[in-house]
């Protein structure tokens, strides 16, 4: 049996670093350490929306979790959903949520990495207003916005937006555009997420 210490990892990394070891492993059982709280909840409910039965240990620190990969689960790249129409993500800010600036640009970060693991990837993602700092000079998620873009998912930043903040030169990820071409863009997908 394969053991997987998840423990000490930020989120997203323990479902990610479960959704890797899925893919990577035969049948059979594989067994995940976990910390308690968050890290245990998340990993267990994406293993049980999987279809995988989760069999539980508590550890002096943490917990293991023991999955078996039989012939009943859901292999974990058909988890797509049914949609019609490309998905556009509109970003109208550099963080996530109304909480703590801190709080909020880490959630941002989280979500732009978290995007690479997933099977279905935005058509688009537009960048307005102070979202343009995630694509400029000095973003911590340049590089993750960039290995989104080679795999296909175009990145635009808005240029009045751009000049506004004095930051067109200093763009490291996408194109510019302008509000002509996001709003046509918008209206013409089958779903627009707005961050």
Do not use: W
């Not at 070891?21 to 267990?44: P, Q, Y």
């Not at 009943?72 to 963080?95: F, M, Y």
């Not at 000095?138 to 004095?166: N, R, Y």
């Amino acid at each position: 049996m394969k053991t997987i210490d998840c423990r000490n990892m930020a989120c997203p990394a323990p479902v990610v670093t479960t959704k890797k070891a899925l893919e990577e492993s035969g049948d059979g059982e594989i067994e995940l350490l976990v910390d308690t709280g968050a890290a245990r909840e998340n990993v267990t409910r994406f293993l049980q929306n999987r279809g995988y039965q989760v069999a539980e240990t508590e550890l002096e620190q943490g917990f293991a979790l023991r999955v078996n990969k039989g012939a009943n689960t859901i292999p974990v790249r058909t988890q797509a959903t049914q949609k019609s129409g490309e998905t556009v993500i509109l970003v109208t800010s550099d963080r996530l949520g109304d909480g703590p600036e801190e709080l909020g640009k880490l959630l941002m970060k989280n979500f732009i990495i978290t995007l690479l693991e997933l099977p279905d990837l935005p058509s688009r993602m537009f960048f307005l207003n102070t979202a343009i700092h995630l694509t400029t000079e000095g973003s911590e998620v340049v590089e993750p916005l960039q290995k989104l873009a080679d795999m296909g998912v175009e990145i635009f930043s808005c240029g009045l937006c751009l000049d506004f903040f004095h930051k067109k030169e200093k763009l490291r990820v996408g194109s510019v555009t302008n509000m002509y071409n996001s709003a046509e863009a918008l209206l013409a997908a089958g779903s627009v997420i707005k961050l």
